[in-house]
């Protein structure tokens, strides 16, 4: 296996004192500014800072107890995955990393409340979950912020999933990675709702890794993407710092549809969205011409996330009465 200093360093710190079986919860996150392109694969860091909304009530709950086989035996959402599906390997494959310290195999049963690889950002809930599982089952005591940085290796989204509200991911500088972690920003003002729209649970034809290292090495856009994120970013923390739900919610949408249009410029392009997808954005949009202030993000999938203010519910549920809704108090 490839050394990372940030690897060694992590064990270094590690301590054993297995439990049996531990079960944890992590909740996903949704970016409003969005992480799409790393400088480094491996460890899974970013180009570009990013910035989300943790949904508190929507997430993964994994147990994971040490197993006397000689493989990992993955079970999602009651179904035992075998060694070559691409979810198993994946897991595997992370905990390969803690392997020569831990030196164990495991048996994990996670369940997600959200569909998987629909764009609902599971695997950030789900590496999250995975991290916190593994914290507790051997005693290790971590901190949030290198938490954080563990299951950054699994799955870059999921560091933003270990605090409620806004969330920062700094992209860092440093080539260990040791810089790049999540951070809470702000709490999510009482009134807030993001509501998903379902619009299609299959698995995605291409996984945002896939895409995100298509995007970078064959879009013309991406270098002006890179740029954008940094002004999007400052001005979000404003809308933000000013609980503009208008400022928010402008930027949440010109941010995705840029991040979409960058894989649009791939060669061969990326799509993710489909009718659906389009009829769902022009329902927004409409909304937004009656007078109704309610915007919308995309992240690696064909479904859509809205967001609007508790006093609009009413209108929004009769348009998308098939909606999911996070409340934020
Ligand atoms: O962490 P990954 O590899 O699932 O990538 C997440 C990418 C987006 O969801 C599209 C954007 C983001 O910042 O969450």
Redesign the pocket.
């Known amino acids: 296996m490839e050394k990372f200093s940030f690897l060694e360093w992590i064990v270094d710190r590690l301590t054993l004192n297995n439990q049996e079986k531990v079960t944890c919860f992590a909740p996903t996150?949704?970016?409003l500014?969005?992480?799409?392109g790393k400088r480094h694969e491996k460890l899974?860091l970013p180009v570009t800072s990013?910035l989300?909304l943790t949904l508190p009530d929507y997430g993964t709950i994994t147990t994971l107890e040490i197993s006397d086989t000689q493989c990992d035996e993955i079970t999602m959402n009651g179904q035992v995955l075998g060694i070559n599906d691409p979810v198993a390997k994946r897991v595997s494959d992370f905990l390969d990393i803690f392997r020569p310290y831990t030196a164990c195999y495991y048996r994990v049963k996670t369940e997600n409340n959200i569909p998987t690889a629909a764009?609902l950002?599971s695997?950030?809930s789900g590496?999250a979950a995975l991290t916190l599982g593994l914290n507790e089952l051997h005693g290790w005591n971590l901190d949030k912020q290198t938490l954080s940085m563990v299951a950054r290796l699994g799955?870059?989204?999921?560091c933003?999933s270990f605090w409620p509200g806004f969330v920062i991911?700094h992209k860092g500088e440093r080539v260990d990675g040791m810089d790049s972690y999540g951070e809470w920003f702000a709490q999510a003002w009482p009134g807030l709702c993001l509501g998903f729209l379902l619009l299609d649970p299959k698995q995605k034809k291409i996984?945002?890794?896939e895409a995100?290292k298509k995007t970078m090495h064959s879009s013309m856009l991406y270098q002006s993407w890179s740029k954008q994120v940094d002004v999007d970013l400052e001005s979000m923390k404003t809308s933000i710092r000013d609980r503009s739900f208008h400022g928010l919610g402008e930027l949440a949408e010109a941010n995705a549809l840029a991040?979409h249009a960058t894989m649009m410029g791939a060669r061969p392009p990326i799509i993710y969205s489909s009718s659906q997808t389009w009829g769902a954005i022009e329902k927004v949009w409409q909304l937004r011409e009656e007078g109704i202030p309610i915007y919308f993000t995309q992240?690696?999938g064909p479904n859509v996330k809205v967001l609007f203010q508790e006093e609009n519910i009413k209108t929004i549920f009769q348009q998308f009465p098939e909606m999911y809704v996070q409340h934020f108090m």
Do not use: E, L, P, T
């Not at 500014?33 to 799409?36: A, F, G, L, Q």
């Not at 799955?155 to 999921?158: D, E, M, P, V």
């Open positions: 996150n949704i970016a500014v969005k992480y799409w899974n990013s989300s764009g950002a695997s950030a590496f799955s870059g989204s999921a933003r991911w996984s945002s890794r995100m991040m992240d690696a």
